[in-house]
């Protein structure tokens, strides 16, 4: 089974900074089937990233992700206010389909 | 347009068993490459992958969970249902059933049902 590992736990920036936030895997990821989710209080997950680099639907292109093997990064240019949130990755090249534990964006 | 949504009861005793049912449109599972999967996520912490029933009737399972969980497929309904067995309060979580592809990961989510597990 794959372990994710996201890091770091919480991030405290201000709107308009830059975001980078890490997932790095137990092993590799097959076919770089790693995607991220976005998640608000009292909201389902949203798609946000899949195959690593590819922006989800309607998905806006300050959200960029990157890597392979077992180290992924989602990066956001520019923090906009609705950008603070909880972010997860999730492998699904392997099952069990496994989550990282996520990563909290908070209001600096 | 698709949608998911659970169903379900939101409150079960210990040592029973759950039954939550998914019921989508937009999409048909007996389309080549569509999926549904179950997560669930208790209060406060992190989501947890259960389960996936694919188009062809292949099924993946939690690695803890799977001599607990069974999930299956009515695809005349649009329906996905997922039953675990033997339920604890630790399983109290709000549990997502969403569409998944491979390739696309799970990329619509239904709004979840919260299960509470308690005598």
């Known amino acids: 089974e794959i372990v994710l590992t996201q890091s770091p736990g919480t991030l405290s920036l201000s709107p308009g900074e830059r975001a980078t936030l890490s997932c790095r895997a137990s092993?590799?990821?097959?076919?770089?089937?790693l995607a991220w989710y976005q998640q608000k209080p009292g909201q389902a997950p949203r798609l946000l990233i899949y195959g690593a680099s590819s922006r989800a639907t309607g998905i806006p292109d300050r959200f960029s992700g990157s890597g392979s093997g077992t180290d992924f990064t989602l990066t956001i240019s520019r923090l906009e206010p609705e950008d603070f949130a909880v972010y997860y990755c999730?492998?699904?090249?392997?099952?069990?389909?496994?989550f990282g534990q996520g990563t909290k964006l908070d209001i600096k | 347009q698709v949608t998911l949504r659970e169903s379900g009861p939101a409150l079960v005793k210990p040592t029973q068993t759950l039954t939550l049912t998914c019921t989508f449109s937009g999409f048909s599972l007996s389309t080549s490459g569509m999926c549904v999967s179950w997560i669930r996520q208790p209060p406060g912490k992190a989501l947890e992958w259960l389960a996936r029933?694919?188009?062809?009737?292949?099924?993946y399972y939690s690695t803890s969970l799977k001599t607990r969980l069974t999930i299956s497929k009515d695809t005349s309904k649009n329906q996905v249902v997922l039953t675990m067995t033997n339920m604890d309060p630790v399983d109290t979580a709000t549990y997502y059933c969403a569409r998944t592809r491979p390739g696309y990961s799970a990329d619509y989510w239904g709004q979840g049902t919260l299960v509470t597990v308690s005598s």
């Open positions: 029933i694919d188009w062809d009737d292949d099924t």
């Open positions: 092993q590799s990821v097959s076919s770089s089937y």
């Open positions: 999730q492998q699904y090249g392997s099952s069990p389909y496994t």
